[in-house]
């Protein structure tokens, strides 16, 4: 089975650090969103790195450098070296121990998964060459792994704000690759593991801007031109309790009947002052004073064609003719309403059926 040669100790340490960057970064609250736009990363660690058992090369410490550019959707590339220094036994017949060193330029992927204000969790993956020694051995007995190959590259990280734009970065990353022998040795595929901590510096990083001050920054905001003073949601769009399509926030009159027309303020018309908002209102011409019906339309009780409300007689007989107040005549006098008597000109003081 394929192992590793390192100091326990010190990669178990190393595990511990990055372990309590995740917890930190994850103890970040939610509703505190990332408050910056990140343009370039550059950053220097310091490095652990066990190498696999068929390398014979003994665990060590080493520095890496990176620089990286960041994509919209969270994505960022980077380029990064890194450099370590080990020892292997040497050839036979010699005895003691050789200093190999072990260089690695890589390209890789990010996708970084934001936490709270100014912390990141993310995955990487990539490629690039490695590096073993600086000349390969000439001896056919020495199993002292040399040369250049190609590696693929995959890790995961944290970074951890101290301000806005510095971050305490850790990170664990695995890296394949083959390496050489001398001959008639084959090369082998080896697979190596490296934990890593160093500081992390965003240049050219600026505000993320709320361009609709409605407290949701515009990376997050789903509805950029909130009316100002509307309720908005935690992805910045507003709420309209009554449907009236005045937002929640501005609507002074939060529980508008549906269907009923309204103002800026989401307050209801009434064009015709008859307490029947418009919209609802089926007659919106009514007369001032009038009497209406819950459609707005008038309402005429006597049936005289003078409307409720503007009607000072307003039991009139139905047949009986009246005047502009709703009220019937008896041109002749004798008791019996103009519109009913079949004989209006009756003598004065005659009696009549």
């Known amino acids: 089975m394929r192992t590793y040669q390192h100091s326990g100790r010190v990669r178990s340490s190393g595990l511990v650090i990055l372990g309590c960057l995740v917890l930190l970064a994850s103890s970040a609250l939610p509703a505190a969103a990332q408050q910056r736009r990140y343009l370039f990363e550059v950053g220097a660690a310091g490095n652990y790195q066990s190498f696999d058992s068929e390398t014979d090369l003994s665990g060590t410490v080493g520095g890496v450098g990176r620089i ?68 390969c051995p000439t001896l056919t007995s020495s199993r002292i792994i040399c040369g250049r ?35 008639p ?21 600026r505000p993320i801007p709320d361009s609709d001050a409605d407290g949701i920054l515009d990376n997050r905001d789903r509805c950029a031109a909130t009316p100002s003073g509307a309720q908005v949601d935690g992805r910045g769009c507003t709420a309209d309790s009554d449907d009236d399509g005045v937002p929640n926030g501005v609507d002074r009159c939060p529980t508008t009947i549906a269907g009923a027309t309204v103002d800026a303020v989401g307050c209801t018309r009434d064009s015709d002052s008859d307490n029947i908002p418009d919209g609802l209102d089926r007659c919106p011409e009514t007369q001032t004073g009038v009497l209406v019906d819950p459609r707005g339309c008038p309402r005429d009780s006597d049936g005289d064609v003078i409307p409720d409300g503007l009607d000072r007689c307003s039991e009139t007989p139905r047949g009986a003719t009246v005047d502009a107040l709703g009220c019937p005549g008896d041109e002749d006098g004798d008791g019996v309403l103009d519109g009913l008597d079949r004989c209006p000109r009756s003598a004065s003081g005659a009696r009549v059926n």
Not at 157 to 170: E, M, N, S
Not at 185 to 200: D, E, H, K, Q
């Open 68 to 135: 990286g550019f960041w994509l919209p959707i969270n994505l960022s590339v980077e380029l990064e070296a890194s450099t370590a220094g080990s020892d292997a036994p040497a050839p036979l017949p010699a005895t003691g121990t050789v200093d190999v060193g072990v260089r690695t330029f890589s390209a890789s992927l990010l996708y970084n998964f934001l936490i709270g204000a100014s912390s990141s969790l993310y995955l990487k993956a990539g490629g690039g060459t490695t590096k073993y020694g600086d000349d």
């Open 149 to 183: 190959s190609g590696a693929i590259l995959a890790g995961a990280g944290v970074r951890v704000g101290l301000t806005p734009t510095l971050f305490v970065r850790g990170e664990g990353l695995l890296t394949r690759n083959r390496s050489d022998r001398a001959d």
């Open 185 to 205: 040795l084959p090369s082998i595929p080896v697979t190596n593991f490296g934990v890593s901590l160093g500081l992390s510096y965003m240049l050219g990083s």
